[in-house]
């Protein structure tokens, strides 16, 4: 048995930067960018709903570590689809720590415009490598390596949205919550797919599901 400490996301503690950097070895430039972020982040959400105020300050954690993670179950993915982006989670997250990756490109979807705005901001600023879309999710078609989605929609209706992602050859890795059997149970009444899951290293209550080969039942 080792005797190496806990790490943070084990021990329950607060994850800072530091303990973020440490998880993910982002450089200190992806880290003045995620930085940036959650200011942005926190001042939009004093005028919009973007995230739970009360999630703001556990970021490193609940937000950025917990994109940050498939990065680590799809470390070859240069293009990602994000679908019900919201304020950039994961979506933003993943294009902080893929800039200036050669070929790397988010598209970040989300049907919300004010949201869309919201992306385009933090994009333009910190010069991402994202496309915003601004329209529904199921009504686009993009070829991407990994679609991915984190509380867009239960597992059925998700299915729904990723399957013209899907059937043109992405993976998908959507990230769930402790409910996560129930609505694979549902979902496989109207789907069939191949389903693989992680648990989450930022929570490990939180599941993250990779889906290949969907068809209706
Ligand atoms: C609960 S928020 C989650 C946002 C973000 N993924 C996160 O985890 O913080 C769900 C988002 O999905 C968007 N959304 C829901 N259905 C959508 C669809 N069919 N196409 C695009 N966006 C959708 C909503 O507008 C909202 O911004």
Same mark, same amino acid.
């Given at each position: 048995m080792? &005797?190496? =400490?806990? =790490? =943070?996301?084990?021990?329950?503690?607060?994850? &800072?930067?530091?303990?973020?950097?440490?998880?993910?070895?982002a450089t200190p430039a992806q880290i003045a960018d995620l930085t940036r972020f959650l200011e942005m982040l926190t001042e939009g959400n004093a005028v919009m709903n973007l995230v739970g105020p009360a999630t703001i300050p556990d970021f490193w954690n609940r937000h950025a570590w917990d994109s940050a993670q498939l990065l680590q179950l799809a470390p070859q993915a240069k293009t990602w689809a994000d679908l019900g982006a919201g304020a950039g989670f994961p979506g933003l997250v993943l294009?902080?720590?893929?800039?200036?990756? =050669?070929?790397?490109?988010?598209?970040?979807?989300?049907?919300?415009?004010?949201?869309?705005?919201?992306?385009?901001?933090?994009?333009?600023?910190? &010069?991402?490598?994202?496309?915003?879309?601004?329209?529904?999710?199921? &009504?686009l078609s993009l070829t991407v390596d990994i679609v991915t989605a984190r509380a867009c929609a239960p597992m059925s209706r998700l299915l729904g949205y990723a399957r013209p992602y899907l059937k043109r050859g992405a993976v998908g890795l959507f990230l769930k919550g402790q409910d996560v059997v129930s609505e694979l149970q549902e979902a496989e009444k109207a789907w069939r797919f191949e389903s693989e899951l992680t648990v989450s290293r930022s929570d490990p209550r939180g599941r993250i599901?990779?889906?290949?080969?969907l068809s209706r039942v």
């Amino acid at each position: 048995m080792s &005797d190496a =400490p806990a =790490p =943070p996301e084990a021990a329950g503690a607060v994850l &800072d930067a530091a303990g973020y950097q440490a998880l993910t070895q982002a450089t200190p430039a992806q880290i003045a960018d995620l930085t940036r972020f959650l200011e942005m982040l926190t001042e939009g959400n004093a005028v919009m709903n973007l995230v739970g105020p009360a999630t703001i300050p556990d970021f490193w954690n609940r937000h950025a570590w917990d994109s940050a993670q498939l990065l680590q179950l799809a470390p070859q993915a240069k293009t990602w689809a994000d679908l019900g982006a919201g304020a950039g989670f994961p979506g933003l997250v993943l294009a902080a720590m893929l800039k200036g990756a =050669p070929g790397a490109k988010v598209h970040l979807v989300e049907s919300m415009t004010k949201r869309c705005r919201f992306l385009a901001q933090v994009s333009k600023e910190l &010069d991402l490598p994202t496309e915003i879309h601004n329209v529904r999710a199921e &009504d686009l078609s993009l070829t991407v390596d990994i679609v991915t989605a984190r509380a867009c929609a239960p597992m059925s209706r998700l299915l729904g949205y990723a399957r013209p992602y899907l059937k043109r050859g992405a993976v998908g890795l959507f990230l769930k919550g402790q409910d996560v059997v129930s609505e694979l149970q549902e979902a496989e009444k109207a789907w069939r797919f191949e389903s693989e899951l992680t648990v989450s290293r930022s929570d490990p209550r939180g599941r993250i599901v990779q889906v290949k080969g969907l068809s209706r039942v």
